[in-house]
């Protein structure tokens, strides 16, 4: 047995969590896979996969049960997420977006917005986060777009840049800053946004090195009204609910990073097992073993990080900040080289669209750079180490 079927039989799902990854398992080999180069070629959004993961329920399994789903672990969402990857790593963020954008909702929300917006969400609707702008990126404190009490209503002025699923999303969690708080950090505010909501428009999508069927919005807020009933929270409490959405989305993306690295080294074992030079086939050259040695071991500590990490979430722990980092950071570094040596052992056919490496190392390059650049999680990694 490999080390990786051990890995994954150690993992003891509970009887109905099985029987919810074997249904994605089936869903990423029969519909996810087959559609992934074609989307990637013509970025035609794919949603024939995605329409098939909704049509599970698989946004229902991040959602209470008095919401309209159908409650599994997170540990449980981040495998899905790593199996959808690495069918089509596009699918895979389009999917992991809806948990990042919506999971604050749950875990944030009140009860009057749970009840009406969830239902949305777990009946198929596409959710989105919104943060970064275009003079706001690794700062997100930076952000200008502001939030107007007005009556009953919000008023929206200003823009965001790189929102994932922006175009097309049923509800996005946007933040802002409230317009009668002066205090660059603590005007920071979040809300709602409903899909059609007239004042916002979608300004472009971006043409991407890779994640290519997948949406990346430029929005446009110009007096855009929004109920203050969908405002979460307090004005002002937006960063304190920023913070904690990221932790849970930075394991969501690892997840997803981690899914491009498994398809990375499936293609790389099966390549180098079957091509032949100077009469051996490749991983007999003893140079190649080292390689495979060291990237098959670096993807099953990874794994293993991340199933530590799921573990203190599903446990209820409240502080797994820099676990969850140290998460996104190892995964996507690794995503990014496991590519680009599966690219390295597929000779000259590894630079060729006839073969997935090809795009693998496309769409693992953006994992470094959102959800905080890697450079970002170090420094917050290495400070987190000062003595005071
Ligand atoms: C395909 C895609 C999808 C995305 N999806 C979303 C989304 O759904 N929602 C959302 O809100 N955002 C999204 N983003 C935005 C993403 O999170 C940002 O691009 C990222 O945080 C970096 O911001 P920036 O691009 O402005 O780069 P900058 O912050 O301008 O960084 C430029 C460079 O400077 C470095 N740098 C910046 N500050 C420091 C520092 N203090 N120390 C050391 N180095 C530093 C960075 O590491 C980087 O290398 C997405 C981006 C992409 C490309």
């Known amino acids: 047995m490999n080390i990786f079927d051990q890995l994954a ?27 992934a180069a074609r989307c990637d070629e013509t970025s035609e959004f794919p949603w024939e996969s995605v329409n098939a993961l909704m049509a599970l329920g698989m946004n229902g399994i991040f959602v209470p049960a008095e919401y309209g789903g ?38 944030f929300g009140n009860e009057e917005q749970k009840k009406r917006l969830l239902p949305r969400i777990t009946a198929g609707g596409i959710g989105a986060i919104a943060i970064t702008e275009q003079t706001a990126g690794s700062d997100a404190t930076g952000m200008q777009t ?7 209503d919000i008023v929206i002025n200003g823009s965001k840049t790189f929102i994932s699923n922006g175009d097309i999303a049923e ?7 409230w317009s009668e708080i002066d205090d660059p950090k603590g005007a920071i505010s979040a809300l709602i946004l409903e ?16 994640h290519r069927a997948a ?15 969908n405002l979460i929270g307090e004005p002002g409490t937006g960063l304190a609910t920023l913070l904690v959405a990221l932790n849970k989305s930075r394991p969501s993306m690892a997840a997803h990073a981690l899914g491009i690295a498994r398809a990375a080294f499936k293609d790389m074992v099966a390549y180098t097992n079957e091509r032949k030079q100077s009469g051996r ?44 980092s140290i998460a996104k950071l190892r995964a996507s570094d690794l995503a990014m080289r496991m590519a680009t040596e599966a690219v390295q ?15 693998l190392m496309r769409d693992a390059k953006v994992t470094q750079i959102w959800e905080g650049t890697n450079q970002i999680h170090r420094q917050y990694i290495g400070r987190s180490f000062r003595i005071k």
């Open 9 to 35: 039989r150690q993992r003891n799902w509970p009887e109905e969590e099985r029987i919810v990854l074997d249904q994605v398992q089936k869903l990423a080999d029969e519909i996810i896979e087959p559609n």
């Open 70 to 107: 159908t409650p599994m672990s997170y540990a449980l969402y981040l495998e899905c997420t790593k199996i959808i990857a690495a069918a089509c790593a596009s699918t895979g963020v389009i999917y992991a977006t809806n948990f990042n954008g919506m999971k604050p909702l749950v875990d």
């Open 146 to 152: 502001r939030f107007t009490p007005d009556g009953d």
């Open 171 to 177: 509800l996005i969690f946007l933040f802002g800053k």
């Open 195 to 210: 899909k059609g909501t007239p004042g916002c428009t979608v300004l472009r999508t971006e043409k991407k090195m890779g």
């Open 215 to 229: 949406s990346t919005a430029a929005l446009a807020f110009e007096n855009c009204r929004v109920p203050r009933a």
């Open 281 to 324: 086939h490749i991983l007999d050259f003893q140079g190649n073993q080292f390689l495979v040695a060291d990237l098959a071991s670096e993807l099953a500590l990874n794994e293993c990080w991340l199933d530590y990490v799921a573990g203190l979430v599903d446990a209820g722990e409240p502080d797994f900040a820099l676990e969850a």
């Open 345 to 359: 052992m597929h000779g000259g056919y590894g630079y060729c669209s006839d073969y997935r490496v090809e795009r």
